[in-house]
């Protein structure tokens, strides 16, 4: 079975991280924002300005080295956040969850919200916007960028 891609344009990831935003605003109000860095810098950016929250933090765990997933490693801690009392965390994806437990154990009383959920992941996580199967690939807009496409009548035929 081919894989399924589900292609996210800068456009539709701001409605979305707008979308998390309306519903994370009468769950606030937030102390900051714990961006996981890379994917979630972006949405986090754009939930900030909409919960006009100025203190952001970020923390960088590593799953992947030169392609390889290994174990999670923390490269950067979100040391500004504390135990994550009063704290929203902010990611592109939960996918397998592996990230989020890691980011949940350094801040287990923050909120978890994120813009996308796959089904193992989304227990991990306290909101989120839009779910996806586990089998799709996100491709997400600093991943891609575009180009021409063959119809598809083109691409069959070959």
């Known amino acids: 079975m081919a894989p399924r891609y589900y292609t996210v344009t800068w456009d539709q990831l701001h409605r979305d991280s707008k979308a998390l935003a309306w519903r994370l ?3 606030g109000p937030w102390r900051g924002i714990v961006a996981i860095t890379r994917g979630g810098l972006i949405p986090a950016a754009i939930i900030a300005r909409e919960l006009d929250c100025r203190l952001i933090e970020s923390v960088s765990i590593i799953t992947y080295e030169e392609e390889k997933r290994g174990d999670p490693r ?5 040391s500004a956040a504390g135990d994550g009392e009063g704290w929203l965390i902010v990611d592109d994806l939960v996918d397998t969850g592996t990230t989020a437990r890691v980011v949940r154990s350094l801040l287990p009383k923050a909120h978890f919200a994120t ?3 796959k089904p193992a992941g989304n227990p991990v996580v306290d909101t989120f916007v839009t779910e996806v199967s586990q089998d799709t690939w996100i491709l997400f807009p600093w991943d891609t960028e575009p ?8 691409s069959v035929a070959q």
Do not use: D, G, R, S
């Open 74 to 78: 923390v490269a950067k801690p979100p």
């Open 25 to 27: 605003l009468e769950k």
């Open 147 to 154: 180009q021409f496409i063959a119809p598809i009548a083109k």
């Open 115 to 117: 813009v996308y959920a």
